[in-house]
């Protein structure tokens, strides 16, 4: 209602030229409605490039805005008024109004208020009327003081008709046609020879000069205005020595006799955006000064005569045919005000169809014959038939009159579309044509432009007949070629499309539909868009209260699990503080819970102490840390836990409040485990022992047999020399044995861990292996991640293991062969590679190959591989494993990630 209401007080200022009575009603009406203090309404004066106040309590009423404060603001923002006809000059926020249509983009106004709205979506709204009525309004009344001008202009007839020569028809032209056009003076400029004769008359004083100037007097500025055709000019630079005035404005329009000046508009007594002539001030004076040409040769002319004024009475049907189509787009627009007010307050995406298709062939409201709603089907991506609303019988004005009855019966055309549409049921014939019908949208030269480019498309023979017959399903299902296809557009897309027609009263549907159509598209769409989202609101909140009821039992229920678990459950907050002590924690650590709450786990020893501080190092991480075999002493007992320490997140892993300790008593499985390896040591020591023995044995007996070969050939030089060489060559592989046996047995021994490149490492052991790899003619190959690969390891240990794995390589690779060293940066970890080519080892050979004593070479100890194995799992806490290749194997060494590695 309070666009029905601003529309009736902006229709009064503009009549009126004055402040309406009941302003201040509508005034508390739109403060109230916005959410605002103060606020005014400007309408923007093209030809002052200004703005005036017309409505409002803010700014006083008709002062003038400057349009460059205004300049960009086409949505709302600051602004400081600081040339405002009031002396207070403030900061305030303002948005520029613009109407745009298919022909139209122009700027209609401006609001301006002192606060920022708090009602945004009854703003919006409030922007979308005032941009609308601050176009439509005055061309309603600039329309309306044409057609009184025009009607005022069959008082020239009487004129013409009574004047019995030139001049005294010319004198009785321009005194009347002076109040019509409302020119404060006139002039008729005769340029013929080198005089210039002037006709003038001054309507203020009522009276007739001629005055007569040699053509030389007068400057080329001045005879500019009359060289070509009619025009309008502003503020001409000249002409005051044609009129002997100030001129303003002015239009000047060639003729027979002569130039017509028409200068200096009259001030009106209703409101007006401009105070200058424009172009249909422009045509009255034609048209008048030809009407004035044609009574001047009336009696040769009679016949033409009667033709100009049937030609006027058919420019008088024009207008009052254009008033009338105004009015039927005020009445639309008010349609489309009610069925926006009923769907925005509906919460039902059915209702909101419902209301949509009443409200669209109703007659009491927009008056279409038949209203076809398609619906977008989001999983199938295609449109699916809804609803057909319109007459079914073969008694069409019958149907029409029952259902313009039923809305008759309301008064209030909001209450009639919400009360239909509840009790409403599609489920007529139209419907049944097409419920659930597929209308692929893609590739559809309509529906296309419509659900995806978001355009109304208004269909005619003409238009369709150039679409061929891509666009006949529709034109066969609606049984009409004139029809118009509108998208119901929401902020996150198009719900669906309304197709309208007047099938049985063949009415055409306008071009000036379409804005009406744009307003019910935006706001159907949004209509939908909120119901939809009530709906999931409505669901998920359902969903939630399920979730609630499903929660109190999980709670119940992992309290009871929790308090029964095997193992002992400990929470701490973010400062340690003790907020969950399950059963078995009791049992553990005899304290109950009710003694643990609030308190720190220090209290308990010094071991619980160190979880304490692992705890907060857990939570400084965000990292889960273990703990195996931990020893506790409780009560004097000695106690082994395999702990857990895990962070405590929220439900969305956003907020950390704490850690969960889990505790496991271990004591019986270490125990175990210390027994058996007490047993599995003694049976490593026997099995290295005969493995040690077997390997010494060989070296020792071929000792013994060329020892004796030597003391035989002693004088024999050179025997001598060949067996003392096999005999220390022996006594260095027994030495070797011996080395690798301690080096593989011993006890692991502190270890120096620095920081290193891995890749210079392998490139100083290629330096060492050079002279080999060009014996074999090996292609050797060498790629890297980065060039700088940090590893925190100990130097010496590692570069053993990386000249046993490239030597093995060398070795195993033929002649020509290729050898491939990789290293690669892991998440974790560093991944080193060492592969060859050659024959894939077999599963049997790869389980053993880390077995100490085992080897493939005829020569070796074969504990090469188990020292490294030992290097990198034992002492290094890495891995090294084998993969066999299609044609080749390769050996893969990974080790942790230095924590000081920031550079990779």
Known sequence: MIGKELCNILIEIFESNKFPADSEKITKDITSFIGVDKFSIAIFEQGKDAYRVLLGNYLPLFSKISSKMLDGNNSLSKVVLEETDSTDTSEAYAVKLRYINKEIDQITGAFITNTKPTNLSNFQELMDLLSCFLWLIPSYEKSKVYLEKYRSLWMLTTVFENSQNSAQLLRAFLTIFSDIIEAELIGVVNLSGEEVDILRYVTRKREFERVKLRTSEISDDTMRYFRGSDKVVYKPQGLEEILGSKIMSAMVIPSDIGWFVFANKKESNIYSQTKSFDSMDLDIAKDSINRFLLAKGRIEFDVKLGEE???????QSRYELLIEDQKDQIKKMNAVHYISQAIRTMYSVKNVYKA???GLTSGRLLGYNRALLLVYDDKKDVMLGKAWLGPESDNVENDWKKANQRAMRYSDVVQYLREESMTMELNNQLTQVIENKIFPYKSHPILER???RRKIFVANERILNTMGMEAMDLVNLLGTKNFAVIPLVGREGVFGVVIIDNYFTGKPIKESDIEIFKILSDSAGLAVETALNYEELRNKTMSLERQKSLIEYLREFSDSVLQNMSSAIIVLDKEGKVTEWNKKAEMYF????????????KILGTEFEDIEEM???S?????????????IQIMGRERYYDIRITPFWDSEKIVLRGVIITLDDVTDRVNLEKERKKQEKLAVLGEMAARVAHELRNPISVLGGFIKRLEKNIDVPEARARYVKIISDEILRLEQIVNETLDFSKEPRSLEFTIFNINKL?????????????????????EKDAEEIPVSAEYSRIKQVVINLLQNAIEATPNNGKVLVETRIGLEKIIISFWNEGIPMDKETTDKLFVPFFTTKVYGTGLGLAICKKIIEDEHKGKIYHESTEDGNKFVIELPRSLNDTNI
């Open 450 to 452: 419509c659900v995806l």
């Open 356 to 358: 949509l298709l009443l």
């Open 619 to 631: 939570m400084r991480i965000k990292e889960e840390i273990t703990l195996s075999n931990y020893l």
């Open 309 to 315: 004024i049937e030609k006027l009475r058919r420019l």
């Open 615 to 617: 705890s907060f190092q």
């Open 762 to 782: 392998i490139n100083d052991v290629y330096i060492l292996m050079e002279e080999k790899i060009k014996e074999k003619n090996i292609l050797f190959s060498f």
């Open 590 to 601: 005899e304290r109950t819970k009710e003694q643990m709450m609030g308190t720190e786990l």
